[in-house]
């Protein structure tokens, strides 16, 4: 028998099980950020985090809408699938979409291939968030980043202070007690607030699996075009993937572990096509999720590198 | 991750099993709390690499690091996470580490035992409930170990758990281990846990951390993960008083109104008739809403949404009770306080309290003690520096719903904000019993007369510079004018606020020309001096006692005094009010004797003195060094 929602309840009277206390712990974070700024956002990247995030801002502020925009930072480089998940999840939930794009940047052409993956997540990535979030003049936003996903982030409070240019200043952080917030900023400054800091990747997919929350279906395992390089498996999903003199594309049983632009994010040979198989195989690996992930190699340290700059 | 063995076949064999027992699993956190010496570090390398906590990936990245540095594993890599902490070898903040086994989920708060311990340490133990602490079998009980054990009894973490370490460079002594034990055990028993649990471990060699170990045969004790399996989960939660601070009023139309929030402590039930702080008023409960339904029933900490039978006008930090189980409702209180800041505590300054889901301003009216962290005794003390712990009372502008921490952590806990730069200074913990009469100077205004809110600090915070009063004294037609209006033009430009206070000027007019100021002087240089400015003033004041009195009304520290000596051929020049002309007898003057500077008019132009008393200013400590030119 396969477990459902109704069986998430307290596994002892008076005693909620780990699922239930973090879901707890992530709707207080949500309701008092609304309650304590004036122009919160939330960050949506379409991935199974932002699914989980979503979720647990509609459990908050359930019966009613949500009390803020999704703001999804658009590189034009995303899989298809992810874009036209994002589009009909966020019609079915009437939720309001905000899409900003780096304009410039497409102008000029910046793109994964020619740029190298540092150079082209800081122009089409952290400048656009940048832009859009002084552009919609909000105080605070809502990220899905986890404190177990990268060591930079193990650092990070649930409410991380950002100067008036988005930066992150890692040695001077303020401290974080119980579950009392500091929210107080200057005009300009801005707080980035990570509802989901405490969850760790197995929480993600079992409260996915228990909660039945939909993710893209890239998640899944399925027959996919696909070409290998230096060990790493890149999707062919639009024209615009340049491949190698000789290079050809052969369709495998591929699965994605975390989603961001296509040309960046590596798949895994799998042929887990249900939740539980996934949860299975991520259970016998060996390898942690942002292996797959390409902009986190590019220097040591560079996750913290792109976060002073004003990164998630 | 990787599971254990068995977990993997029963993973590969029946995921669905396995998925039924993993979301039933329970959360424990906990803190961590040593150096690197004491292998704090390594034992939690230790910890999250045999509970395979860590994938191959991250332990070949840090395999290729420790052989740089000649070590096959240093497990301490796997916790150091800022470049610069990596680059210094010293952890600087508190990181959070999770791993699991198929009982609990753990979240670990891992802080640094050096660089600011007690600020790290307040914090990773406020959400703990159990404190790990390592103790040098070589070295036994330290200080420090005291220090820990008293900073995790004072953030009310129930349960203690003290690896005794390096037990294979003790040959695995059981007598080293039992008197270590013994030895700490003495004095952690007056700190108020709950358990106290002592382990022999080599977090090097892996003994009695996750395995037991074969060497240490006489121990018939838990491995700590098994001890850590076991410690009870929900100690830090206060069962009994329902306390249900008002977070946000939720009302989506017209026909719903709910009052969201995280339950603090206790249970709550549909029907149960309930008290709201402040108004006093009651009413019943009449929903428990979730998005998944409503409940019959809610406790601590779940987050609910309650709605209620009557209308009554409740917001946001207002506080929902049971009428027969009331918090305490105060606006002055005991606590103890860590200070967090490099600023110290400013006893006029008031702060931003932020405590449960209500803000109040707040001031500290006194400081009872400070604790020595190397005596652990009471000092008696008039503020609080980074790092320190003491106790104080607490003045609020308005109520608020408390309990004493140690009864209850989530209404008993608080945090200090700086209103000036935001950030948070201080947290406090309320204690038990009524706060001490306030001494009358330090009484919140209720009958006396109203007084200033703004100190002296926040003053001087704000306008970058801390108020003073240069007094140029001279004889007539020595410039002082000049070098005044120079001196205010020079600060201005620099962004500094000045203001002039000339003879010549509307104020003084109609007083006898001996260059004396008029009687109300001292007190006017003491008002712009307490205002924040740098007030200059430009009587010849020949006496020196009229000078001693402007000293000594704004304080010798806030006094500047500049001796403007012009030689008389070049005052004669400059006369232009025929002080020195035909008959004139030349002024009495009883020149300063010890004077900050002394300038004149016979080298210098006007800008050349203003730098030079800027200067003066600096060294002073009056404007910020970066003005020294």
């Known amino acids: 028998m396969l477990a459902t929602a109704a069986d998430l309840k307290p596994a002892l009277d008076h005693h909620l099980s780990h699922l239930k206390q973090l879901e707890a712990e992530s709707i207080h974070i949500l309701r008092e950020v609304v309650a304590e700024f004036e122009r919160p956002v939330m960050l949506y990247s379409i991935g199974k985090d932002s699914s989980v995030m979503v979720h647990l801002a509609k459990k908050a502020f359930h019966r009613g809408k949500l009390p803020f925009p999704l703001l999804h930072i658009d590189t034009t480089w995303k899989f298809r699938e992810m874009i036209s998940f994002r589009d009909s999840f966020c019609a079915e939930n009437g939720f309001e979409l905000r899409i900003h794009t780096n304009k410039q940047g497409v102008e000029e052409g910046i793109n994964p291939f020619d740029h190298g993956s540092s150079k082209y997540t800081t122009i089409m990535k952290t400048h656009a968030l940048l832009a859009a979030l002084r552009d919609g003049g909000y105080d605070a936003a809502f990220g899905g980043a986890r404190r177990d996903e990268e060591r930079s982030r193990a650092k990070e409070r649930i409410y991380s202070f950002r100067d008036r240019y988005g930066q992150w200043d890692p040695k001077n952080q303020r401290p974080e007690l119980w579950n009392v917030y500091n929210a107080k900023i200057n005009k300009g400054e801005s707080i980035r607030a990570f509802p989901l800091s405490n969850w760790t990747e197995l929480d993600i997919w079992l409260y996915i699996h228990l909660e039945n929350i939909p993710i893209v279906p890239l998640y899944f395992a399925a027959e996919r075009p696909v070409v290998e390089r230096e060990g790493t498996l890149i999707m062919v999903d639009d024209e615009r993937m340049r491949l190698e003199p000789g290079e050809k594309p052969k369709l495998e049983m591929v699965r994605f572990r975390t989603l961001g632009c296509y040309p960046l994010t590596g798949a895994l040979r799998s042929t887990a096509t249900t939740l539980p198989d996934i949860i299975r195989e991520m259970l016998l690996t060996k390898y942690s999720e942002r292996q797959g992930r390409l902009i986190d190699h590019d220097e040591e340290a560079s996750m913290e590198a792109k976060k002073r700059e004003g990164y998630f | ?629």
């Not at chain 2, 003045?395 to 309990?403: A, G, I």
């Open chain 2, 1 to 629: 991750m990787q599971p254990t063995k068995p977990e993997t076949e029963l993973i590969r064999q029946d995921i669905h099993a396995y998925l039924q027992q993993h979301q039933q699993k329970e959360l424990l956190r906990f803190v961590t709390v040593g150096s690197v010496d004491d292998g704090k570090s390594t034992l939690i390398g230790r910890l999250l690499h045999d509970t395979h906590g860590v994938y191959e990936d991250q332990l070949k990245a840090v395999k290729r690091a420790s052989s740089r540095a000649g070590l096959e594993i240093d497990f301490s890599l796997f916790t150091d996470g800022l470049k610069a902490e990596r680059e210094q070898g010293i952890t600087i903040d508190v990181a959070y580490r999770y791993f699991s086994t198929n009982k609990r989920k753990f979240i670990i708060a891992d802080t640094p035992g050096h660089v600011q311990y007690t600020r790290n340490m307040a914090t990773g133990a406020s959400t703990a409930s159990v404190a790990i602490i390592l103790i040098d079998a070589r070295l036994g009980v330290l200080q420090q170990s005291r220090r820990h054990a008293y900073i995790a009894s004072l953030l009310g973490i129930p349960q203690l758990a003290v690896c005794v370490n390096k037990m294979d460079l003790e040959g695995y002594s059981e007598e080293v281990f039992r008197k270590t034990s013994a030895h700490f055990s003495e004095f952690v028993g007056q700190l108020g846990f709950r358990g106290v649990t002592f382990i022999p471990v080599s977090a090097l060699a892996g003994d009695n951390v996750v395995h037991r170990s074969p060497n240490m045969g006489w121990y018939d004790g838990p491995t700590l993960l098994e001890h850590l399996e076991r410690v009870p989960v929900s100690e830090t939660v206060n069962q009994t008083d329902f306390r249900y601070p008002v977070q946000y009023v939720l009302r989506p139309d017209l026909n719903y109104r709910g009052f969201s929030g995280t339950i603090a402590s206790g249970v709550i039930r549909s029907g149960d008739t309930i008290q709201v702080l402040p108004s006093g008023k009651t009413t019943q409960v009449i929903g428990i809403d979730t998005a998944d339904g409503s409940l019959e029933q809610a406790y601590a900490p779940m987050s609910v949404t309650l709605r209620l039978a009557e209308e009554i006008d409740i917001s946001r930090g207002d506080m929902l009770v049971h009428p027969d189980n009331l918090p305490v409702v105060a606006q002055r209180f005991d606590a103890m306080l860590v200070w967090m800041s490099e600023r110290p505590l400013d006893r006029q300054k008031s702060y931003l309290l932020k405590h449960t889901t209500r803000s109040v301003r707040a001031e500290v009216e006194q400081v009872a003690y400070t604790t020595d962290l190397e005596t652990l005794k009471q000092e008696p003390a008039a503020r609080l520096e980074l790092n320190d712990i003491g106790r104080v009372t607490i003045s609020c502008h308005r109520p608020l719903f408390h309990d004493p921490y140690r009864n209850n952590r989530g209404t008993g806990a608080f945090i200090l904000i700086d209103s000036l730069t935001n950030n948070t200074v201080a947290a406090g913990m309320i204690l038990e019993g009524e706060a001490p009469e306030a001494r009358a100077s330090q009484r919140r205004p209720v009958i006396e007369h109203p007084h200033s809110q703004v100190s002296a600090d926040e003053r001087s915070e704000r306008l970058g510079q801390k108020g003073c009063t240069v007094w140029l004294t001279g004889l007539p037609a020595s410039g002082k004018s000049v070098i005044a209006y120079a001196l205010e033009r020079r600060l201005f430009d620099i962004k500094r606020l000045a203001m002039v206070v000339d003879p010549d000027d509307g104020l003084s007019q109609g007083l006898e020309r001996n260059g004396s100021s008029p009687e109300q002087t001292p007190e006017l240089a003491r008002r712009f001096t307490d205002a924040g400015l740098i007030a200059i003033f430009a009587y010849a004041s020949p006496l020196s006692a009229d000078r001693e009195a402007i000293r000594s009304a704004v304080g010798p520290e806030r006094f500047v005094e500049v001796y403007v000596n012009t030689s008389s051929a070049i005052r004669k020049l400059r006369d232009a009010r025929g002080d020195y002309g035909p008959g004139h007898q030349g002024p009495i003057a009883e020149a300063p004797a010890n004077p900050d500077i002394e300038v004149n008019f016979d080298a210098e132009d006007a800008d050349e003195v203003a730098d030079a008393i800027v200067k003066v200013l600096v060294k002073r400590g009056l404007l910020p060094s970066l003005y020294a030119l």
